[in-house]
């Protein structure tokens, strides 16, 4: 008899392996993702690597699909790290944050500078936050090795006044339109690419951006 495929309960419905980077200054964490990460199907830790400079070598030797990467680490922090890696190494990272205002805001740079998403550390007291956290996490990395971001390849990374404005001529009867813009994934590096050139004259824009609303607060300051 020819059994359908479906009819194995154990078959992985993610069925390529997804090299994963753990890059955090705490060795308690790194164990931590490392261990539940290795759990879930679809799923390999290739590596740990406390800082910046130990990743740099782990990916040139490990060639990882995937990085997850803390934001504040000594050293060097993950937007820096980011900036320097993206344009010579392109790889998608998820970005795992503390939910501090500086911490925040970090994160929000690190979404600016190439990470494709990110996750929030929960409270050390927090069982059930750290449970659903690596959960997400392990969602998020299957997701983000998909994403291709090759673009980031030889990237310059300018300031806000080195870009080029669209004319205002483009917006006529401004106050007639409204613009809207949703994002998820992703959304950040676009929107910011986005809003940066609109003219003086742009129509009222409403922005839907999926994130925690910690993050949004940060990001709207940001875009200000």
Partial sequence: MIKSENSNPKRQTFKRIVRVLVVDDSALVCQILKDRLSQEPGLEVVGTAP????????????????MTLDVEMPRMNGVDFLKRLMPQYPIPVIMVSSLTRKGTSIAIEALEAGAVDFVTKPSAESFHG??????????????????????????LFQLPSEQ??????????????????????????AITEIVTKFPPLTPGVVIVQHMPPVFTTMFADRLN
Wanted: glycine content about 4%; hydrophobic content about 40%; charged content about 35%.
């Fill in 130 to 155: 750290l449970e659903n956290m690596l959960m997400e996490l392990c969602t998020k990395i299957k997701i983000a090795s998909t994403a291709n971001v090759s673009h980031w390849k030889k990237k």
């Fill in 164 to 189: 080029r404005i669209m004319p205002a001529k483009e917006f006529k009867k401004a106050d007639e339109r409204v613009i809207a813009i949703g994002a998820s994934t992703g959304g950040i590096e």
């Fill in 51 to 66: 800082d910046p400079y130990a990743a740099r070598d782990k990916i040139v030797e490990l060639r990882p699909d995937v």
